[in-house]
């Protein structure tokens, strides 16, 4: 059975640049009935062009957007209408990481408090710090930033933090958004392997959302193409890029020059310990 599945889900949001006085907004349709099923430890790229509908999926399946049509399930769990109150127990099953890091992390706490506030809103209040440290110490960075705020640390220390707030409350999926989009190629390696020990020794789901092609290769084992807020084509990556079918998988496959990351050289680094 799936982790995760949308069945048909179409998302219709306001058009507030069409909206007139003391007139609802006009709603524009985003996608249009999207199927998709990740199963548990699996990991699915989701990509496209800009504005193909990419994040507008993954906070459906999320349920960071409630969808105006279809459904979705989450552990067998229909999802789809439920309010939040419902969802905040699946909130710790489920969580996300973004492209930008300081979205996720309040630039007046400590790095510590925003990585254990996931814990703290379930009322789960126990080794808060210790707990924190863990999830700090699994996403490479050592326990003695705990206490540093965000400005304090590296692009690539603060996507490390975004991730142990991610891991902290033990998820079985996570939505990772454009995560590795803002960092240097070797920075986006590093994080990449991060990602890949991590699914493994979690069992994490993965839905990775990407404009990225050679990202999709070394993280997922299944890939969907957006466009236009439709799946064009879906299949396991190997064959998708070995033999694209649609012609807009074949553009944005020509338009992206693939053997760009191969986290293995980092095998002959030694460890700094995440001080990148
Ligand atoms: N809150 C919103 N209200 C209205 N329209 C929105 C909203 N969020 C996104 N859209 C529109 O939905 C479409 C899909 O946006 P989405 O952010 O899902 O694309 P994307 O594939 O993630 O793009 P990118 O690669 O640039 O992040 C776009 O046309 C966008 O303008
Ligand atoms: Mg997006």
């Not at 309040?106 to 254990?116: D, G, L």
């Not at 699994?138 to 707030?165: E, F, K, N, T, V």
């Not at 649609?246 to 680094?269: F, N």
Request: proline content about 7%; charged content about 20%; glycine content about 8%.
């Amino acid at each position: 059975m799936s982790l995760v599945q949308a069945h048909a889900v179409q998302v219709a949001l306001p058009n507030t640049s069409e909206k007139r006085p003391f007139r609802r907004a006009p709603l524009t349709q985003i996608l249009h009935g999207v199927d998709i099923a990740i199963a548990k430890g699996e990991a699915v790229g989701i990509v496209g062009e800009s504005g193909s509908g990419k994040t507008t999926l993954g906070r459906a399946l999320v349920r960071l957007l409630e969808p105006s049509g279809g459904r979705v399930s989450f552990d067998g769990q229909d999802i789809t209408h439920l309010p939040e109150a419902a969802l905040r127990p699946l909130r710790a099953r489920m969580t996300m990481i973004f492209q930008n890091p300081l979205a996720s992390l309040n630039p007046r706490r400590s790095i510590a408090a925003s990585v254990a506030a996931p814990l703290w809103a379930r009322g789960d209040r126990r080794d808060l710090r210790a707990r924190a440290c863990t999830a700090l110490e699994r996403a490479g960075l050592p326990a003695a930033l705990a206490d540093r705020y965000p400005h304090q640390l590296s692009g690539g220390q603060r996507q490390r933090a975004g991730i142990a707030r991610a891991i902290v409350t033990g998820p079985d999926f996570i939505l990772a958004d454009e995560i590795v989009s803002g960092l240097d190629v070797a920075t986006q390696a590093q994080i990449l392997d991060l990602l890949r020990d991590l699914r493994r020794d979690m069992g994490l789901a993965l839905a990775f959302i990407t404009h990225d092609l050679s990202v999709v290769r070394v993280l997922c084992e299944r890939v969907v193409v957006m466009h236009r807020g439709r799946i064009v084509e879906a299949g396991d990556c190997a064959a998708v890029f070995a033999n694209p079918v649609h012609p807009y998988t074949r553009r944005l496959l020509s338009a992206a020059p693939l053997p760009v990351i191969d986290p293995g050289w980092l095998d002959a680094e030694p460890d700094e310990g995440g001080q990148i």
